[in-house]
């Protein structure tokens, strides 16, 4: 008999009960097998980015990249646009500038890595590693430099935003070189330890063809990759080096990339192939406004990455290759507002990436590919409103609900368990049909030495009330020895780890107190049931109960006394 200590106070608390009296909870039973693994989890989860790269420098930015460097320090990444636009380094939503390259009177080139050192030397003193999209283009560089910064806001057209920093470079020489000067840069500043463990890729989603981010043609993209890896591997012999970060899984485009990068020509140095050692591409959801609530569009997401991994595996030279999703999230325009932008605060988005991030490990096995990160593009937007509706972590200073499921996924490490639950949408339903009727109350659990971690979600696609899950939880096959585990449990839900639901009970103030400010603080934080009970275990098995609201996200940590 094995005695466990819970660190729980009663799961079932009132505050916790959003289900209408009519409404009878939904049944749900989970296994966790603590004796069967499924292979590593790997922390696919610990990848960010953003339009904006001189955000990272800012007051609010500097303290989220240091939470976001906490997750797990040194193995975090942050991927940005912008890094090599020209301007004064004034931030603007989905705009950025770093000024790193200029050319005097007689058009020689003036390098200057004040501003992109900055950013990234505040990302590695706080425990975040570059992911280093190599864009946009100069505008002493580019083939159509005017219009130059863009006069794009909430509500305008989208395409207003393409502006001339989204062209080929007039030189491609000087392009190489400036890459080459940049690379060397960092090395020489950061040292080859650093560097080596960065992700180098070329632009941003190159196949927007053609009036996306790429203004050239597609041959040209590839020849403005082949110098630029090459100038990379000049400066760093041995960068890792990848891309090409399409939009959505890219198709045919994805396709003549990766063959040209195995077997094409290359533009740079006339040889066979260009370096690939990690394959990216992007993955969004599609919401829609329904009249009076949010309707998320989670199979869209899914169904890209099923495909994405599917042209991936179409090559069998890269089936042990790493993939990152390089965006991949619930839509595709973080600095957007609007009612289909609505679930961003609160517990739908929060939910949505517990949901999305166990199917992403799912589909990577079952196309058998070496899936190593997804990327969340969201980070934050400084000096705007509280909970302005953008898709981000923080909103002045504040984490929002969403990284508390980031903070729940910094916990998860070792092997992947084998975990059932009765309620949990099947994977080929979910990528075809998404979470329309029944929900999806789902599991993911892993164990290192010393813990077994379980993550438990109740996501429904529709923003919408609904009754909450009875959970029984029951974990088999403990081993013997832990007769004296710990069991603890945080919450993402309307009451825990959510200052957005938090600052709506206030009265949602424009500007608020101090007091106020440090309450919302404190209801930022990972919430943790206090208290003690003592459970009695027979036979290497632990029973847990405990109702789980309507977009609410568990995690349940079994740990070796010490």
Known sequence: MIRLRVLLCSVFVSLTTSVLAEEKPLDVSITVDADQTTGQLKPIWRFFGGDEPNYVYMKDGRTLTR??????????????????????????????????????????????????????????????????????????????????????????????????????????????????????????????????????????????????????????????????????????????????????????????????????????????????????????????????????????????????????????????????????DPEGCAACQGPMFSYRNGTVYSSYTAASFARKHDLAAKHGVNLEGALTWAFEFENQPYFAGFRQLASNGVPLAVFNVFRMFSHMEGDRLEAKSSQQVPLDEIVRSGVRQSPDVGVLASRNENRITIMVWHYHDDDVKGPAANVTLAIENLPAEWKDATVKHTRVDEFHSNPYDEWRRMGSPGAPSERQYRQLMKSSELATYSGETEYELADGSATLTFELPRQGVSLVEVSLAE
């Open 67 to 328: 939470r976001l460097g906490e997750l797990q320090k040194g193995d975090v990444y942050f991927r940005a646009h912008n890094l090599l636009t020209s301007g004064d380094g004034t931030p603007a939503l989905k705009w950025g500038s770093t000024n790193a390259y200029t050319e005097d009177e007689s058009g020689n080139p003036v390098y200057d890595w004040t501003i992109v050192d900055r950013i990234f030397d505040t990302q590695i003193e706080r425990g975040v590693r570059p992911y280093v999209q190599v864009g946009f283009m100069p505008k002493a560089l580019s083939m159509h430099p005017e219009p130059y910064q863009h006069d794009w806001r909430p509500g305008f057209a989208y395409d207003r935003i393409m502006t001339g920093w989204r062209y080929p470079p007039k030189d491609y020489d000087r392009w190489a070189e400036l890459v080459y000067q940049w690379a060397l840069h960092c090395k020489q500043r950061y040292g080859d330890e650093e560097v080596l463990r960065w992700y180098w890729q070329t632009w941003n989603e190159a196949n927007m063809l053609p009036g996306g981010y790429w203004g050239g043609t597609r041959d040209e993209f590839f020849k403005l990759h082949d110098y630029t890896v090459d100038a990379i591997r000049r400066a760093i012999p041995d960068a890792r080096v990848g891309g090409a970060d399409t939009a959505g899984d890219g198709g045919d485009f994805t396709r003549a990339f990766l063959k040209h990068s195995l077997r094409g020509k290359n533009h740079a140095t006339g040889e066979t192939g260009t370096p690939i050692d990690f394959v990216s591409f992007h993955a969004k959801g599609a919401p829609r406004w329904e009249g009076d609530h949010i309707r998320m569009g989670i199979a869209a997401q899914l169904a890209t990455v099923d495909r994405g991994f599917g042209i991936v595996a179409e090559f069998p030279e890269l089936k042990s290759t790493p993939i990152v999703i390089g965006e991949s």
